[in-house]
Nanobody, 126 residues
Framework: QFELVESGGGLEQPGGSLRLSCEAS????????VGWFHQAPGKEREGVSC????????EYADSVKGRFTISRDSAKNRVYLQMNSLKPEDTGTYYC???????????????????WGQGTQVTVSS
């Protein structure tokens, strides 16, 4: 059974950094577009960053450009989200998502997702 498991969330001060990890079990991530979505309290889930199966294309929400970096490690079957210069508005639950045969734009902007993880909580507060 294919499963996505997120880790790396926690409490961080504004300006700090966190690295989220999404690990897949049951199958390889190699042929999937993978992304991260953010759901702030009381708001809808939104695409933060997505990366193509080959890692040659990535999409970022305007709110995180220059601060967050998505990457993938095929050997570890993982996708990471490096989050720097964290802001209080980055607080929320971060979900890993994956989908075959889709572009980073279709996933991140249009929300076309085949598989979801359970989410990891990020709190940015002083």
């Amino acid at each position: 059974q294919f499963e996505l498991v997120e880790s790396g969330g926690g409490l961080e001060q504004p300006g700090g950094s966190l690295r989220l990890s999404c690990e897949a079990s049951g199958s390889t991530l190699d042929y999937l577009t993978v992304g991260w979505f953010h759901q702030a309290p009381g708001k809808e889930r939104e695409g933060v960053s997505c990366i193509s199966s080959g890692g040659d294309s990535a999409e970022y929400a305007d709110s995180v450009k220059g601060r967050f970096t998505i990457s993938r490690d095929s050997a570890k079957n993982r996708v990471y989200l490096q989050m720097n210069s964290l802001k209080p508005e980055d607080t929320g639950t971060y979900y890993c998502a994956a989908s075959p045969l889709t572009t980073v734009q279709n996933m991140c902007v249009r929300g076309l997702v085949g598989y979801w993880g359970q989410g990891t909580q990020v709190t940015v507060s002083s």
